[in-house]
């Protein structure tokens, strides 16, 4: 019998690739933004409302994760954003292959911003880095203000935090601050966005930002 | 987690190390999984058998060495030191960094390997290409 040595992580292919997409994005000057969030948690619905408002002519792209449909690709569709489905048929989450085959279907060289929206899922995407220079959270406040503690890792390891669905605050006895303050105390750096897509709260802060990204991608183009 | 999916990339990743040993048998595959990698070791043993049917590695048993959570504080400074979550057991504080227990590894793979094969291989020093 012989012992071998192999001492491997088991996610060095994804982040391998993942590495490889990073360094497409950068040379092409193309900021990447990963949305993570429950099923429902309202990330399609923030994409819809916030894309039509990004300003300065930045041209984006919108990669769809799911497990069945492409409706998701449709409604990004309909605001006039280009968009690309990826159906995983049962998989729990997006890796950076998956994501190296959506980026095949769209012209990098015209973009400056790609949103990739995770499968709907707040535990297994944490572990996959898909080349991303920001990964933000999207939790409602219908999701109840604890979701941050039960769910430390995906905050500890986001750049942002979108908390949605303010409107409901008053139905659910949850305030976005509080859902906030629980994520705040387990990664203090969090970027914090709070939007309502029914009142329009925080929809041009969050347009802003995107805006932000691709520029900031743009100048560093090669 | 979707501990069929990380099986799958465990099997690949052990076939593709033997691949120039076609007449290797691999009979363990060990792993070290940090306690708070996310990854369930029951659920990790129920799927590896699943996952290696069919490949060079079916049959082999899985060996599941859990890494516990030790941080090192960036506030108190203590550290490396065991935690039962991320946070200094000290002083409190979440301004730490993760030692160990995050692991998802594959650390040896056991063959049974003729001698011949042995002798003119890698496989004798230690090594193998993964």
């Known amino acids: ?222 | 987690m979707h501990e069929l999916s990380i099986a799958t990339e465990v099997v690949e990743i052990v076939t593709a190390s033997v691949a120039d040993y076609p007449a290797a048998k691999v009979r363990a595959v060990s792993l070290l999984i940090g306690t708070h990698s996310g990854v369930v070791p029951e659920a990790l043993e129920f799927c590896f058998p699943l996952a290696a049917e069919g490949t060079p590695v079916e049959g082999a048993a899985l060996q599941i060495e859990q890494v516990p959570l030790k941080i090192k504080c960036h506030n108190c400074g203590v550290g490396p030191v065991a935690a039962s979550s991320i946070q200094c057991p000290e002083c409190g504080s979440i301004n730490v960094s993760v030692e160990t227990g995050r692991e998802i590894e594959i650390s040896t793979i056991d063959l049974d390997v003729p001698d011949e094969v042995v002798a003119e291989s890698k496989l004798a020093s230690g090594g193998a290409n993964g």
């Open chain 1, 1 to 222: 019998m012989v012992k071998v040595s192999l001492e491997k992580r088991v996610l060095s292919k994804n982040d391998r690739i993942a590495q490889k997409i990073r360094s497409q994005l950068h040379m092409k000057g193309v900021g990447c933004i990963n949305l993570i969030g429950s099923p429902g948690s309202g990330k399609t619905a923030l994409l819809e409302a916030s894309l039509p408002r990004m300003s300065d002519g930045l041209r984006c792209a919108v990669i769809e994760g799911d497990v069945k449909t492409d409706r998701d690709m449709q409604r990004i569709a309909a605001v006039g954003v280009d968009a690309v489905q990826i159906e995983t048929g049962g998989g729990c989450h997006l890796d950076a292959e998956l994501v190296t085959k959506g980026l095949a279907k769209l012209p990098l060289g015209k973009l400056d911003l790609l949103i990739i929206e995770n499968v709907g899922n707040l535990i297994c995407p944490v572990a996959y880095d898909l080349g991303e220079d920001y990964r933000l959270i999207v939790v409602s406040v219908a999701e109840g203000e604890d979701k941050p503690l039960k769910y430390p890792s995906a905050f500890v390891s986001a750049s942002g935090i979108v908390v949605t669905k303010t409107d409901l605050s008053s139905y659910v006895d949850v305030e976005a601050s509080q859902v906030a303050a629980n994520a705040l105390s387990l990664n203090p750096k969090l970027k914090v966005f709070t939007t309502s897509t029914k009142t329009g709260e925080g929809i041009e802060e969050f347009a802003d930002f995107l805006v932000s990204v691709g520029k900031s991608a743009r100048s560093m183009r090669k």
